[in-house]
């Protein structure tokens, strides 16, 4: 069992810098891949950035330029810096743990104004 809380989300500007986290409790042990998804309303949910535990990094081709995703393992936490945020960034994020199984958090919301 796996659990997961994201922070960090906020009202912003665009052109300005959120930074999420993601703190997992649990059977951390047995965590392949965490990650963080996004979903607009009215759309399904998306791939923001991946990690696994071998520090291989994935990312949207929509946020590849701007995003950051790395890992705090003394904290186990996973850590999304968002910089250069555009109106379209607009969603709840959510974190994503991997094991035998999926696991997320609740989400945190993310809105970029113009």
């Known amino acids: 069992q796996v659990q997961l809380v994201e922070s960090g989300g906020g009202l912003v500007q665009a052109g300005g810098s959120l930074r999420l986290s993601c703190a997992a409790s649990?059977?951390?042990?047995?965590?392949?891949?965490m990650g963080w998804y996004r979903q607009a309303p009215g759309k399904q949910r998306e791939l923001v950035a991946t990690?696994?535990?071998?520090?291989?990094?994935n990312y949207a081709d929509s946020v590849k330029d701007r995003f950051a995703i790395s890992r705090d393992n003394a904290k186990n936490t996973v850590i999304l810096q968002m910089n250069s945020l555009k109106p379209e960034d607009t969603a709840v994020y959510y974190c994503?743990?991997?094991?035998?199984?999926?696991?997320w958090g609740q989400g945190t919301q993310v809105t970029v104004s113009s």
């Open positions: 649990g059977s951390i042990f047995s965590i392949n891949v």
């Open positions: 990690i696994s535990s071998g520090g291989i990094t």
């Open positions: 994503r743990a991997l094991t035998s199984r999926i696991y």
